[in-house]
């Protein structure tokens, strides 16, 4: 068993958000440098950094020491980038596709790394009006984190349908309650990565990709979960970006704790071989993308699929001992809500049918839909 001394976690979000005009509800194609400028010089000791796209901006917390203190970071971010945006003119959405912005509109940020990328992507880049959210997290050593890496993948979506926000695309009701990854899943290099027995493996993979020209480094590298290229972390990138807070603190407090258990226990060594396998795994993240809090998913512990809710139920059993260490029992307890509210994407399905009940266009009915985001985004900072 590890000693306490040993579990210490550091925690970092990074976050996508879109620009929007407050009038149109639309994105802003070119919106003010003033806001990234002005957000840039302000953001210390977090960051604030353009994105592929103008219309979007990007946050990254500060390196992090508990859950409770990314909480007061994204406060900060998502406060500091929404009051810049409004003093030119514009709002920010938290949420993974904009309901009825086309892509065509869109301009690229100049920057060589995106020109590159649009070069050899071509359409896929193009039609690449996506954001999501990522989580750091720092712990153990090289191998540790990959042994830990291993065994998160089983919940990977599990964490993608807790955090689902984009069933809208470019005005049409896509059927998906994460349409993003309906986007991203066109990029190489994405998905469920396999499991490694060893960091070594990992970069040795890298090398590779590198030794045939696909790659200049890991970072190139878009699994749904991934070793960091910059940091000494772990990457959970399978989510959506979270319309609410609240929601998003969920899922940092539940991947937290899923390391802090797996590092006490150091189990997370014995579980290569034990684990599902990664094809079901890639089944199990369909239908969380497709139906959101209402998948079922294939589990190991029964003889049928099981529907997202038991899932969470056991898995918050297991994980209490180390919530209450750290601090987070309320954040994790959160995901029940999620499961029985709905998530980000569950909203606005339904703030979308209540307004064309209510005789609203469907064009009218998804500018409602933003302004719901446009409130939730900024809730609590």
Excluded at 82 to 104: C, D, L, N, R
Excluded at 140 to 161: E, K, S, T
Excluded at 324 to 333: G, K, R
Aim: glycine share 6%; with cysteine; proline share 4%.
């Amino acid at each position: 068993m590890a000693k306490n001394s040993d579990l210490k976690i550091t925690l970092g979000v990074e976050e996508e958000a879109f620009l929007i005009d407050p009038q149109t509800r639309d994105l802003i194609s070119d919106p003010a440098p003033q806001i990234f400028d002005e957000c840039e010089k302000k953001s210390v000791p977090h960051k604030v950094v353009r994105e592929m796209l103008r219309t979007q901006i990007e946050t990254n917390s500060k390196v992090c020491h508990s859950v409770a203190e990314v909480r007061e970071a994204l406060r900060e971010t998502r406060g500091l980038i929404s009051a810049t945006a409004k003093k030119y003119g514009a709002e920010i959405v938290a949420m993974s596709t904009h309901p009825f912005a086309v892509w065509q509109d869109q301009i690229p940020s100049p920057k060589e790394r995106y020109e590159s990328f649009a070069m050899l992507y071509q359409e896929i880049i193009r039609r690449f009006l996506i954001g999501g959210m990522h989580i750091h997290a720092g712990f153990g050593d090289a191998d540790m984190r990959i042994r830990v890496m291993n065994v998160v993948r089983h919940y990977l979506p599990l964490f993608l349908g807790l955090s689902t926000s984009s069933p809208f695309r470019e005005g049409v009701e896509t059927g998906f309650k994460s349409s993003r990854m309906n986007i991203l899943c066109g990029l190489p290099r994405t998905g469920i990565p396999k499991a490694f027995s060893s960091y070594d493996e990992f970069k040795a993979l890298e090398r590779e990709y590198q030794r045939w020209g696909f790659i200049t480094n890991s970072g190139e590298v878009w699994w749904d979960i991934r070793p960091s290229h910059s940091y000494p972390t772990i990457e959970l990138r399978v989510c959506d970006v979270c319309t609410r807070i609240d929601d998003a603190m969920t899922i940092v407090a539940l991947y937290a704790c899923l390391i802090r258990k797996y590092m006490r226990t150091q189990s997370a060594g014995a579980l290569v071989s034990e684990e599902i396998m990664t094809e079901i795994i890639f089944e199990n993240r369909f239908q969380a993308q497709r139906y959101g809090t209402f998948a079922f998913f294939a589990d190991p512990n029964d003889v049928s699929r099981t529907d997202i809710d038991d899932v969470l139920n056991r898995l918050l059993k297991e994980l209490y001992e180390d919530a209450e260490a750290l601090d987070c029992v309320s954040d994790i307890e959160h995901a029940r809500d999620i499961v029985k509210n709905g998530t980000g994407a569950d909203r606005q399905l339904d703030q979308f049918r209540l307004a064309k009940l209510n005789g609203k266009s469907p064009h009218e009915a998804l500018c409602e839909v933003v302004d719901t985001v446009v409130e939730e985004t900024i809730e609590g900072t």
